[in-house]
């Protein structure tokens, strides 16, 4: 994700709660501070299908404003 954005490309990370501030730390590291991250709950793994969609139906929301920001 992080060449793509050095590229100027769309892109963001989704990371649950709990790795919000590696996931921030990692994108300053390595150089794109300003790396969209897209929250959703911790756990994702080990769900049911039906907690995976609740956790996409979170994403989706952030993942569509991002576009409209970054396409004005």
Known sequence: MIQLRKRGLRAAVICSEAFLKLGRTQARVFGVPD??????????????????????????????????????
Do not use: M, S, T
Not at 43 to 53: I, T, Y
């Open 35 to 72: 790396l969209p991250l897209i929250l959703i709950p911790h756990p994702l793994g080990g769900l049911l299908l039906a907690e995976v969609q609740a956790r996409a139906d979170v994403a989706v929301p952030q993942l569509l404003d991002l576009f409209r920001e970054e396409g004005r």
